[in-house]
């Protein structure tokens, strides 16, 4: 069994600032891509930032300069710096990983872990 557990959500003013943290337990070999999606009300989820187990970074373009994903492999926990954040922002954050498994000798990949979702409200 894997758990993935988001905090750091709440309300926030127009251009504040928000950590989301989401940690990983569980049966894990190893912790592959790991993202951040969103949803907002009556709109479809997105993603929002992604990382590689080596570092790579990937940011929706509403996004870029502001938010910044890390990784720290040693805690299988994953980040999510938000910063000058607007209304816009506004959504239930979701963390997503992708993680490698070993069981009897057998090492597999399985994609779209999801955590249970943490709300941001950017409101004056």
């Known amino acids: 069994q894997v758990q993935l557990v988001e905090s750091g959500g709440g309300l926030v003013q127009p251009g504040g600032s928000l950590r989301l943290s989401c940690v990983v337990s569980g049966n894990i070999f190893r912790l592959d891509t790991m993202g951040w999606y969103r949803q907002a009300p009556e709109k479809e989820r997105e993603l929002v930032a992604s990382i590689t187990s080596g570092g790579n970074t990937n940011y929706t373009d509403s996004v870029k300069g502001r938010f910044t994903i890390s990784r720290d492999n040693a805690k299988n926990t994953v980040y999510l710096q938000m910063n000058r954040l607007k209304p816009d922002d506004t959504a239930v954050y979701y963390c997503?990983?992708?993680?490698?498994?070993?069981?009897?000798?057998?090492?597999?990949?399985?994609?779209?872990?999801w955590g249970q979702g943490t709300q941001v409200t950017v409101s004056s």
């Open positions: 997503n990983a992708d993680i490698t498994h070993s069981s009897s000798g057998a090492v597999y990949t399985l994609h779209g872990y």
